[in-house]
């Protein structure tokens, strides 16, 4: 049996996708800062809770692509 190319792109990204949301999971009681960093706008209402996290997706951003060319840098190597 031969895989469609873009049937397999797609396993491998939803398998990516469940390791991400699973070790965002695990990392949320190790790193219990992220998400209340000065800079994360929380807005309370009433009946309203606006909540941006903008600080901390800056922050996982750079980590992110820190990593990411890390890795490309000793793979190229």
């Known amino acids: 049996?031969?895989?469609n190319p873009i049937a397999k792109?797609?396993?491998l990204g939803?398998?990516?996708l469940i390791?991400?949301?699973l070790a965002w999971q695990f990392a949320a009681r190790f790193l219990p800062f992220?998400?209340?960093l000065p800079g994360d706008i929380v807005i309370v209402r009433e009946n309203f809770v606006f909540?941006?996290?903008i600080t901390s997706m800056i922050l996982?951003?750079?980590v992110?692509?820190?990593?990411a060319s890390l890795l490309l840098h000793f793979i190229n190597k």
């Open 9 to 11: 792109w797609l396993i």
């Open 14 to 16: 939803g398998v990516g």
């Open 51 to 53: 909540y941006f996290p």
């Open 19 to 21: 390791v991400l949301g």
């Open 1 to 3: 049996m031969q895989w």
């Open 64 to 67: 992110l692509s820190l990593v």
């Open 34 to 36: 992220l998400g209340h």
């Open 60 to 62: 996982v951003s750079v």
